[in-house]
Nanobody, 122 residues
Framework: QVRLVESGGGLVQAGDSLRLSCAAS????????VAWFRRAPGKEREFVAV????????VYADSVKGRFTISRDNAKNTAYLQMTSLKPEDTAVYYC???????????????WGSGTQVTVSS
């Protein structure tokens, strides 16, 4: 069992940066792939990024490639999503997810956090 808690969301202006954190408790965090998803108002959940166990391999959605960076510190049981050059269309609730194996981009992850709101004003 893994419990995930996101933090770091907030209200920012277009062009600003923000770093989200995902704190994990329970089983060894280093055993899990960790991913970020988001859900904008009125839209379906969208894949953002995923990292492998060690943080040596990452996959990004085209919409955030070059602007967002996923990373993790297994010693701190924490994953991060560094977001730069934010746009109003990045406004969403951002969720952290974890799974013992690669859960893909459609959300096949066993564990989910409750989300943190990111709002980008124009």
């Amino acid at each position: 069992q893994v419990r995930l808690v996101e933090s770091g969301g907030g209200l920012v202006q277009a062009g600003d940066s923000l770093r989200l954190s995902c704190a994990a408790s329970g089983r060894a965090f280093s055993w899990y792939f960790v991913a970020w998803f988001r859900r904008a108002p009125g839209k379906e959940r969208e894949f953002v990024a995923v990292s492998n166990w060690s943080g040596s391999s990452m996959v990004y959605a085209d919409s955030v490639k070059g602007r967002f960076t996923i990373s993790r510190d297994n010693a701190k049981n924490t994953a991060y999503l560094q977001m730069t050059s934010l746009k109003p269309e990045d406004t969403a609730v951002y969720y952290c997810a974890a799974n013992p194996s690669y859960g893909g981009t459609i959300g096949e992850y066993a564990y989910w956090g409750s989300g943190t709101q990111v709002t980008v004003s124009s």
